[in-house]
């Protein structure tokens, strides 16, 4: 699939449907447009073999957030990226970008703050101690159906990757 003329589409429908006027969608395809060669030029480092997973760990890595473990679904369950942040304010700058960028995925995603030891009774600190955060599908804001929408899905990451690519760009 060309992301660039997925991104296109994406936003000619938000233009078309009322979303956002043709000049503001005019704006994003250029903003987005010029962030998709860097993105697509990440070098992936990652041991990880499903590559849009690849790519966005990798967005994510290069962007202070440490990816732990990845889960593509397989098209039969949600994907999931687990990732660590010990910076609080950095951490809100991945939500903001989630939040922020929503328009762009086919579904809405979120991040959900997640203990590998829910039983433990070690206090528990930011970033360590087994407090991970899951980037995931929010399942009660839409119904997915698996296998059907495998591919959205994996493109919904192409384009989380490519907003994370482009928020850090600027700063």
Known sequence: MDIAKEVERRLDDLALHGTY??????????????CIPAYYGLVLNLPIDNVPVRRLCQAMTNNRYETTDSCDGH????????????DLNHLRHLAHIVARDSYITQFRWQIRAWSATPSSNTPIRLGYSGLSFILEPSISAEKVSLPQDYSNLLTDLDMLGICITDYFRTK
Not at 21 to 34: D, N, S, V
Request: proline content about 8%; glycine content about 8%; charged content about 25%.
């Open 21 to 34: 006027t043709p000049e503001f969608a005019a704006k994003l395809k250029i903003r987005y447009g010029a």
């Open 75 to 86: 098209g039969k369950t949600l994907p999931n990226i687990w990732f660590r942040c010990d």
